[in-house]
């Protein structure tokens, strides 16, 4: 596509319930990346996949965290019994090759409300 | 531990005003250094990045950035601000060529008309 999509744009959940969260990013871009930005505060850093190779999954807060990648395309980040402290806007960003050297391309987001 | 230092959280300036935004990080290897740039309403993008090569880097709509690896800093600049330049600014740092960016806590900027 013509950019990176993000779906839900907006997501408010129940603390305990399970969300996933969806990023289609551009085609060709092997690198695929999640942040996730609270009210205030810088992007944090959550998880990486490029290519075919293991993902870097360090930045993952706790095990409720995970995310997969079918295809070498779109990507899902799912949080399990979600808490109120998991409240924040969840970016998603592609790249070609490598973020870190040719930068990221984002998504607009999706904005993840626990009550 | 590597990290990314921006000195202002919010700057106030009125048009036509100079612009300089600071950015630090704390690691003595190499780095792709980059400022990215979150307008109202809008997500956010690319404004420059440097990796290589000349020191001095140009980007979008006017904006410039110099990396003086001395000083562990990469500052934006711009000569002469405009109201549409309200925006959020980003650093970003990729130490050692790990392939993911490390992000400052951002620069509110407040263009008055």
């Known amino acids: 596509g013509a950019g990176v999509s993000q779906s839900p744009s907006n997501k408010v959940t129940e603390k305990g319930k399970d969300v996933e969260l969806r990023c289609d990013p551009i085609?060709?871009?092997?690198?695929l990346y999640w942040y996730r930005q609270s009210l205030g505060q810088g992007l944090e850093f959550l998880i990486y996949?490029?290519?075919?190779?293991?993902?870097?999954k360090s930045g993952l807060p706790s095990d409720r965290f995970s995310a997969e990648r079918t295809g070498g395309s779109v990507s899902t980040l799912t949080i399990q019994r979600t808490q109120q402290e998991d409240s924040a806007v969840y970016l998603c960003?592609?790249?070609?090759?490598?973020?870190?050297?040719?930068?990221?391309?984002f998504g607009s987001g999706t904005r993840l409300t626990v009550v | 531990a590597q990290s990314v230092s921006q000195h202002n959280h919010h700057v106030i300036l009125s048009e036509a005003a100079s612009l300089e935004l600071g950015c630090n990080y704390s690691y003595g290897g190499t780095v792709n250094l980059f400022w990215y740039v979150q307008y109202p309403g809008q997500h956010l993008q690319l404004l420059l990045k440097?990796?290589?090569?000349?020191?001095l880097v140009k980007g979008i709509k006017g904006f410039e950035a110099e990396f003086i690896k001395s000083k562990f800093s990469f500052n934006l600049r711009k000569p002469s601000v405009q109201w549409s330049d309200t925006a959020e600014y980003f650093c970003a740092v990729d130490f050692g060529g790990a392939g993911k960016s490390t992000f400052g806590d951002g620069t509110t900027l407040t263009v008055k008309p």
């Open positions: 960003a592609s790249s070609y090759r490598t973020g870190g050297t040719y930068g990221y391309t």
């Open positions: 085609s060709g871009h092997t690198a």
């Open positions: 440097y990796f290589s090569g000349d020191p």
């Open positions: 996949f490029q290519g075919n190779s293991a993902p870097d």
